[in-house]
């Protein structure tokens, strides 16, 4: 059975809205904000998560933003990522045209439990924040890694806004990357 592992860049006070700036959010762009020395070591946190990960789970939107940037680059990373077995959850979605991306159609929370069921290792889900808290709410969730920007934007869309129930977590790890990020491993505790 694989493992759902949310991996999300956040502001100290947990937004996720925008990191780019390509969203028109008027603290957007807070991701680009990094000192060289933490962008650099984000990328190598960044690109071992995509070593040891098994497949992509993305909402659509995500997806489009991912596959827009990614088939373009090489190197180790972007060879890991571009033949990644990548499923999207769409109901828009029609022809996906990154390599090895397959649409789960029907309803979200049955189409993903019958991926973990039938897959092995860990799938890992970027961004796709609306889709995160889905799978919160359903118990899907198996491990959640933050990587934490010493930002506090005050407003904006937050991870774990809107969430139906109390979950507890359980730190499993704790790290430094660069300067200032923090980068914070939690399990799900059922």
Known sequence: MAK??????VSLDGVVQDPTGEEGFRH????GRLGDRDRAEWAEVEAAEAMGTDAL?????????FAARWPSRSGAWADRLNSLPKYVVSSTLEDP??????VLEGEVVSGVS??????????????????VRTLMDHD??????????????????????GTGDMKRLRLLGTRTVGDGLAHLTYEVVR
């Open 4 to 9: 759902i592992v949310v991996s999300e860049n």
């Open 28 to 31: 957007g762009g807070w991701f």
């Open 57 to 65: 789970l993305l909402g659509r939107r995500s997806y489009e933003w």
């Open 97 to 102: 045209a990154w390599n090895n991306t397959t």
């Open 114 to 131: 019958k991926l973990k069921q039938e897959l092995d290792g860990d799938i890992v889900v970027y961004a796709s924040s609306r889709l």
């Open 140 to 161: 899907l969730v198996d491990e959640v890694r933050l990587m934490v920007h010493p930002v506090v934007l005050g407003a904006g869309d937050r991870l774990f806004g």
